[in-house]
């Protein structure tokens, strides 16, 4: 990748949009492609199912994947044979006895993810994504194709038609991928994947001074609807506010980060339109979204969700709790009772849509803070200056001055210096020139 990476660095911005469209192309065929379409069929036509449906299909699902984790996943097989548990108490599992298992911690996936995490008999051509590593290291998450496919007909479904939209519908991006070479400070902030009709804005680069460049790209390519990160989306719809700039949009969809009521009203203002809320993450282990009539619906044929108190017992309705989740859909990495590290409110009400999914009152998730440079850009999600760096278990990104910042983290053995430099120019290619003191082992209170 780093061949790559540098390749596209040098190439002239059309060059840059190429190249994009290219893997655009590619990324478009793998998720939409082999059995989506028979996929969306399907998970349409289970938004019409009754309670009782619902409960027989989760068991029917949860038995097999637990049956297929126990044989052919060494992780899983070592735990629940230590725990009393052998194939035939999955081949009759109830849902009521998913809380006799035991969890999966973030670490077990983040140290045996690659190794006995996988399954034995996995599909062949599967590729692993990092998720956003809050706090610390990202996890690396198996797709697939297969799964893929599948769990963009559930998105498709659950997210976008519910938005009034489809994956033909152009979109403007606002996500974690560095799509300006590094250090790059001049228009245009933004990059466009001709294949799937997405502009991809940076997210390091939106400030009062530049947001006009942001909207004229909107104009440009007719965008449809806004997406990706909640905060990134309400920093650069808050600037637009201030500029009395506006741009009618279809819909909002966030994801990643609280969506909270001022953004939805600046984005309202701003775009004339309603904002969707939605829950998911790259570990494809559970779906919560919003539907016409704002309800926060659990999709059960995504994944199965957990809400627990504080004691690890079940939570009541209307109260703050984990989610703990289990995957129904990924059978080459199984993510059973899978403590994610994020907060909703569950809720025994009815939505006025009709469908018998459960329902949260909220999606608390992590709230993060936002990091303001020297030039006026406000910015979130640093996850990317830790990527792929196996030895930081835990992080915690603290700014003092517009230049000046603390790390603290927690390794599992003392950084190298080339660990300690490569931190440094990640931070300085999101930031410019900044000085930079990084405290070992200080993040151990951090979740």
């Known amino acids: 990748m780093g061949l790559v990476d540098n390749f596209y660095k040098r190439l002239p911005v059309t060059a840059q949009n190429l190249i994009i469209s290219l893997y655009g192309w590619y990324w478009k065929e793998r998720r939409f492609g082999g059995v989506f379409k028979e996929e969306l069929k399907k998970f349409k036509q289970r938004e019409n199912f009754t309670e009782q449906q619902w409960n027989e299909y989760q068991t029917i699902e949860l038995r097999k994947i637990l049956l297929h984790a126990f044989e052919t996943v060494p992780f899983y097989r070592e735990k629940y044979s230590k725990a009393g548990f052998d194939a035939e108490d999955f081949r009759n599992f109830e849902l009521s006895d998913l809380k006799k298992l035991p969890f999966l911690e973030k670490e077990d996936l983040r140290v045996y993810g690659?190794?006995?995490?996988?399954?034995?008999?996995?599909?062949?051509?599967?590729?692993?994504?990092?998720?956003?590593?809050?706090?610390?290291?990202?996890?690396?998450?198996?797709?697939?194709?297969?799964?893929?496919?599948?769990?963009?007909?559930?998105?498709?479904?659950?997210?976008?038609?519910?938005?009034?939209?489809?994956?033909?519908?152009?979109?403007?991006?606002?996500?974690?991928?560095?799509?300006?070479?590094?250090g790059q400070g001049k228009p245009p902030f933004y990059r466009y994947n001709m294949a799937e009709k997405q502009v991809y804005f940076s997210a390091y680069h939106i400030s009062k001074q530049t947001s006009g460049n942001y909207i004229e790209a909107m104009r440009k390519y007719g965008i449809d609807y806004m997406t990706g990160y909640a905060a990134s989306n309400f920093i650069l719809a808050r600037f637009l506010k201030e500029q009395k700039l506006r741009y009618p949009l279809k819909a909002v969809i966030t994801s990643s980060e609280k969506l909270t009521k001022e953004m939805r009203e600046t984005f309202k203002e701003v775009y004339g339109c309603k904002t969707y809320d939605s829950y998911s993450g790259v570990e494809a282990c559970g779906l919560i979204s919003e539907c016409e009539y704002g309800g926060l619906h659990i999709s059960p044929d995504m994944g199965i969700i957990e809400f627990l108190d504080n004691e690890g017992n079940a939570s009541n309705s209307g109260h703050l709790a984990e989610m703990v989740c289990t995957g129904i859909l990924n059978y080459d990495q199984p993510l059973i009772r899978y403590r994610i590290g994020d907060m909703a409110v569950p809720s025994d009400d009815n939505c006025k849509c009709g469908r018998i999914m459960p329902l949260v009152d909220e999606i608390v998730g992590r709230v993060e803070d936002v990091v303001i440079g020297s030039d006026g850009r406000e910015m979130v999600r640093f996850h990317s200056v830790f990527i792929e760096m196996s030895n930081i278990v835990k992080a915690q990104v603290v700014q003092n001055d517009f230049d000046d910042f603390v790390i603290n983290l927690e390794s599992i053995k003392p950084l190298s210096e080339e660990e300690k430099r490569v931190i440094l120019n990640r931070m300085e290619s999101q930031l410019g020139k900044i000085k930079l003191i990084i405290n070992k082992n200080k993040a151990k209170d951090l979740d």
């Open 114 to 182: 690659k190794s006995t995490l996988m399954s034995t008999n996995k599909e062949v051509g599967g590729q692993f994504y990092s998720s956003s590593g809050s706090t610390g290291t990202p996890t690396s998450i198996y797709f697939s194709k297969t799964m893929h496919q599948k769990w963009s007909a559930g998105f498709e479904t659950r997210i976008r038609n519910w938005a009034g939209l489809t994956r033909k519908s152009s979109r403007g991006m606002i996500g974690g991928r560095r799509v300006l070479p590094e």
